[in-house]
């Protein structure tokens, strides 16, 4: 593909959006979208380029009865060539049903908030980093090629504690990475974060944990969502989540945009050179498709209303 603008140095050549709007996205809207029409989510963001996909989580069904259907929507995302399926995972029994039903990958979320993770999960972070121990150890005896990865949530504030201490991130990253994960993230859980916050607490866990960061996780609740993923690729981030139509929202914020938009996230990366495999027609498409199956509930974004700018053709982004 071809770019108006030389590269800064510092931007990586290529970048992966990972869909998450399969969990992130669903799990906090009241209604239950039905099976077939996620796995008609999951074909055509697959055709539009997308090859990582959170597609659910191994949650008890009455805790959670949108993702009730994971072991199905994971069956079927396992038969797409190249794409790379996860799941979330709260705890050990939910990593052993990833691990049985052969994940790619399993991310379990730890609150580097004390208060927000006693509210969640009824554990300290430090019970929670225990568990993970055994999640590693139950990978293991299984001999499961399932990656285990973790996302240290509310690691740019809380909306129950407040400030999250930068310190405190760290240590935890220093505590999984001991644990035996294969990679960590950083996610902005409720949308506090601004780009100065995320180069510096992103420089901070990158000298302990080095390429094992390797996601970023924005909330656009504020709009600093975009802002902030430049700032993690400006560090050499090469993996973001994502929701198309920025579904997902906030439990906190009634109204407020989930995470950044697939699409517009997208289009911010192909107009700097910084190539991510999506089609954009094929995106906006989709886009079309999921304001029709969440009719109703508000779906987010720019780029569906404005379209691409005419000095970026089609042919060459989505090369
Ligand atoms: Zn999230």
Wanted: charged residues 20%; hydrophobic residues 45%; aromatic residues 4%.
């Amino acid at each position: 593909m071809t770019s108006n603008t030389a590269l800064p140095a510092s931007l990586p050549p290529s970048a992966v959006i990972r869909e998450v709007g399969l969990r992130d996205g669903l799990q906090i809207l009241q209604r239950v979208v039905p099976t077939a029409t996620k796995l008609e989510w999951i074909r055509d963001a697959y055709a539009a380029g997308q090859r990582e996909m959170e597609i659910g989580s191994f949650v008890p069904a009455r805790l959670m009865p949108q993702l009730a259907d994971t072991a199905e929507v994971l069956a079927f995302a396992k038969t797409l060539p190249g794409l790379v399926a996860s799941v979330l995972v709260p705890n050990l029994k939910g990593a052993e049903r990833a691990i049985a039903e052969e994940a790619h990958s399993m991310l379990v979320p730890l609150s580097a908030s004390h208060e927000h993770s006693l509210a969640n999960l009824r554990k300290t972070p430090d019970e929670v980093v225990a568990e993970i121990g055994r999640i590693r150890a139950a990978r293991d005896a299984a001999g499961s090629r399932t990656k285990l990865e973790v996302g240290l949530s509310t690691a740019f504030g809380c909306t129950i504690q407040g400030q999250v201490d930068e310190d405190e991130v760290v240590r935890l990253v220093q505590a999984v990475l001991d644990a035996g994960v294969d990679a960590v993230g950083l996610a902005d859980t409720v949308g506090y974060a601004d780009p100065q916050q995320v180069s510096r607490l992103f420089t901070k866990v990158l000298k302990v944990a080095g390429d094992r960061l390797q996601c970023a996780h924005f909330h656009d609740t504020r709009g600093l969502g975009l802002a902030n993923c430049f700032a993690a690729l400006q560090l050499g981030i090469r993996k973001f989540d994502a929701c198309l139509g920025g579904i997902g929202g906030c439990p906190h914020a009634p109204g407020a945009s989930g995470n950044v938009a697939t699409e517009d996230l997208a289009y911010m990366l192909a107009s700097m050179g910084v190539e991510s495999g999506q089609d954009f027609g094929a995106l906006i498409a989709l886009r079309g498709k999921l304001s029709r199956w969440l009719e109703g509930e508000q779906l987010h974004g720019t780029l569906w209303r404005a379209g691409l700018p005419r000095t970026m053709k089609q042919e060459e982004v989505a090369a």
